[in-house]
């Protein structure tokens, strides 16, 4: 199976201020990786690195093959959405509008969105059951809301490779289990998914891989049984953790 994106001997981090080193990753369609880690880990840093929002320190990324550095901008967009943490609209766009511009990559610079664009963007709105939102001015809309529309705005990009930072941040229960369910949707249709949480229960509901990152570099890359053990959570997070099993699951239960 091809591989859509590729981290070799990857070096990220800032200027005067190296976050990780040495790391190596493959995702191959149908892959869902959860990077997880403590706040200041590099999990951000880690994402901007591998779409070439930041410079690699060291090593390289490719995407379909191809490496990243080579890319302009919009080839990277046609390979690669992105939902960064946190996202704050700063105009009053529609939901509707703002899942619409999810198509810039594939509009010529004076060209208007055409039928096709339209559908993609009906498309994942209806995915992510925002129906609802779709006239609603995404500069009102709780934070929740608001991911929700995000996450759609990447999906109708068309990208086979999303990028998902933290993108259950601020959702209640029931939106979280609509994103996770979502993501699992899409690897079996084939996309590649990475996402970053502080939940990592989460990884064994929707990944297939997991890798747990802490100040310095990847701590741990595997299956999630292999990397999420109470163990590895006390390295990375300084607590005590228990995995138990209920039914055919697997839960993380601090000890308080």
Known sequence: MAVMLEARGLGYGYPQRPVGRDLDLALAAGDVLCV???NGGGKTTLFRTLL????????AVLLDGQALAAMT???VARRAGYVPQGHAPQFAFTVREAVLMGRTSHIGLFAAPGAADRDAAERAIRALGIGELAERVVTELSGGERQLAMIARALAQGARLLVLDEPTASLDFGNQVRVLREIRRLAAEGYAVVFSTHDPGQAFLAASRV???APGGALRQGAPPEVITPENLRTAYGVEVRVAAVGDMRVCLPAL
């Not at 070439?52 to 090593?59: I, V």
């Open 36 to 38: 997880l880690g403590p």
């Open 52 to 59: 070439g929002l930041l410079p690699p320190q060291a090593g």
């Open 73 to 75: 901008r919009g080839e």
């Open 211 to 213: 890798l747990l990152l």
